[in-house]
């Protein structure tokens, strides 16, 4: 499975940007799919993530609830991170990444996407 990231950028605080992982080269439907986030000097932490198309069901790492939502596009093999009200400290290079696996980790990666927010 290859995973394409897009949609970073620099944005002010309080705006919003979506980011898109478009995935080829697998059965898209039936992997859970996440987004990750790094930040320089810090370690690599789970955002946001989504189960298999049977399932749908999603999670959000505290620092973001009510403001990223996660979605996928079977149709269009995407996968999206809608992120809102975007602070500084949301300034990170972006990862998406997918799995086959029940309670595994994740096992195919796309390229980062740079999220910087500024004050």
């Known amino acids: 499975v290859q995973l394409q990231a897009s949609g970073g950028g620099l944005v002010q605080a309080g705006g919003s940007l979506r980011l898109s992982c478009a995935a080829s080269?697998?059965?898209?439907?039936?992997?859970?799919m996440g987004w990750f986030r790094q930040a320089p000097g810090k370690v690599r932490e789970r955002v946001a993530a989504?189960?298999?198309?049977?399932?749908?069901?999603?999670y959000y790492a505290d620092s973001v609830k009510g403001r990223f939502t996660i979605s996928r596009d079977d149709a269009k093999e995407t996968v999206y991170l809608q992120m809102n009200s975007l602070k500084p400290e949301d300034t990170a290079v972006y990862y998406c990444?997918?799995?086959?696996?029940?309670?595994?980790?994740?096992?195919?990666w796309g390229q980062g996407t740079q999220v910087t927010v500024s004050s």
């Open positions: 989504i189960s298999w198309s049977g399932d749908g069901s999603t």
């Open positions: 080269g697998g059965t898209f439907s039936r992997y859970s």
């Open positions: 990444a997918a799995t086959g696996r029940v309670g595994g980790g994740y096992e195919y």
